[in-house]
């Protein structure tokens, strides 16, 4: 028998907020009190799922993004 989770398998959803900048995207995730910036606008929610994961230690593939501007 395979040993259980012991995080969520169903995925996790977070708003997170994003403003330009001069020299890119600062993304804010409120629900965790996080920051962190991408150089792209393409590469936001990549950049604040991997930002959440670093954080709360949820799997990456298990975390989803809403981008409010």
């Known amino acids: 028998m395979a040993p259980r989770a012991s995080f969520s398998t169903v995925g996790q959803c977070f708003d997170i907020e994003v403003s330009r900048d001069a020299s890119g995207w600062a993304i804010r995730v409120p629900e965790i ?3 962190t910036y991408a ?3 393409a590469e936001v929610s990549a950049a604040a799922r991997e930002c959440i ?3 709360t230690g949820i799997p990456i593939g298990y975390i989803a993004v809403i981008v409010r501007d």
């Open 33 to 35: 009190e996080a920051v």
């Open 53 to 55: 994961a670093a954080h």
């Open 39 to 41: 150089r792209r606008r």
